[in-house]
Structure formats: structure tokens, C-alpha cells
Nanobody
Framework: QVQLVESGGGLVQPGGSLRLSCAASASIFSMYTMAWYRQAPGMQRELVAHISPIGTPNYEDSVKGRFTISRDNAANTLYLQMDDVKSEDTAVYYC????????WGRGTQVTVSS
């Protein structure tokens, strides 16, 4: 079973930036379409963005033009660059495959507040 460890969250002001990372424990990471998800308080977990094994990205409308998903297959790591963040981006952010093939990690908290 692949382990996923998210990091990089924190407190950021509206309009600011953060870069999240997700480290996977196995090289099969490179074979999967990977995704970022988020879960706000009292809400269901939702898909934010996903990226194919060769790096083709796709974004939900709510983050399009502000977030950038990328990956480093040699390092088994997924990234999410978050720019121009808004209060509604406040959530715990998780990574997993696009089909949720692996156990969830603990996530990383992102709080957008002035």
C-alpha cells in the first residue's frame, strides 16, 4: 500500500500564495493520474485538480487560473501551487490517485484569513 504525506499548508492572507507537496512512498506513483482534493469544515471532500502521468493538468472551475498542479515522477512527489488564494480555499488538502486507489494521508491544513 502506498503511503501519502502532504505538507506545505499554513495560514495565508487573501491574495497570497502557498505551495503544497505530496510525497508518495512508491515509484508506481509515476504510473497514476494523481489528484489534489480538499475538504472544508462541514463539507464533503472535493476534487481540486488532477494531472496525468505525463503531466497534462486539469482543474475544477473554482481554482482554474489560480492553482497549478505539477509532479516530479523521479521524486514521487505531487505539487499544488496556490496563488491568489481566497477565503473559500480554506480546507484540509489531500492527495490521492484520481480514482482514489490508495489510503488517504493526514492532509495539510490551508487557512486563508486576514
Amino acid at each position: 500500500q502506498v503511503q501519502l504525506v502532504e505538507s506545505g499548508g499554513g495560514l495565508v492572507q487573501p491574495g497570497g500564495s502557498l505551495r503544497l507537496s505530496c510525497a508518495a512512498s512508491a515509484s508506481i506513483f509515476s504510473m497514476y493520474t494523481m489528484a489534489w482534493y480538499r475538504q472544508a469544515p462541514g463539507m464533503q471532500r472535493e476534487l481540486v485538480a488532477h494531472i496525468s502521468p505525463i503531466g497534462t493538468p486539469n482543474y475544477e472551475d473554482s481554482v482554474k487560473g489560480r492553482f497549478t498542479i505539477s509532479r516530479d515522477n523521479a521524486a514521487n512527489t505531487l505539487y499544488l501551487q496556490m496563488d491568489d488564494v481566497k477565503s473559500e480555499d480554506t480546507a484540509v488538502y489531500y492527495c490521492n490517485t484520481a480514482s482514489v486507489s490508495w489510503y488517504w494521508g493526514r492532509g495539510t491544513q490551508v487557512t486563508v484569513s486576514s
